[in-house]
């Protein structure tokens, strides 16, 4: 298998062993048309658009607790419990993150129709 390369100017990142990524031209583009443009990024991506001229505003949505991630997770009855304790490593890290002020929105999703319309307010609002 050959190693995958980013090339330059894109926004790419090794999330558990597969690359996802998008152009900063790609966003410029998106952003030209007026429209907003919402990437779902992880903690390592944030890293990357802060480092971008992309003027971009961060929003982080938080589960209540780790204990609460652990339960939804187990509850899809979806991924190994090798699989479930390292999206929780992640997220531990992840939370540490956002907790240090790295987001511009702290959303906790502990009400889904509360958190959506934080989200929202947040997207729509300057």
Do not use: W
């Not at 802060?50 to 003027?55: A, G, I, M, P």
């Not at 939370?95 to 906790?108: N, P, S």
């Amino acid at each position: 298998m050959t190693p995958f390369t980013p090339r330059k100017n894109e926004l790419t990142q090794e999330v558990s062993h597969n690359y996802y990524g998008t152009t900063i031209a790609g966003v410029e583009d998106v952003v030209r048309t007026g429209k907003r443009c919402i990437l779902d990024i992880e903690m390592e991506g944030v890293k990357n658009v802060k480092k971008t001229n992309l003027n971009a505003r961060f929003v982080f949505i938080q589960p209540p607790s780790l204990i609460e991630l652990a339960r939804r997770l187990k509850s899809r009855n979806t991924d190994s419990e090798s699989a479930i304790a390292t999206r929780l490593e992640t997220a531990e890290k992840e939370l540490e993150y956002a907790q240090a002020g790295a987001h511009d929105k702290l959303i906790v999703n502990d009400d889904l129709n509360m958190a959506y319309q934080d989200l929202e307010q947040f997207i729509f609002t300057e």
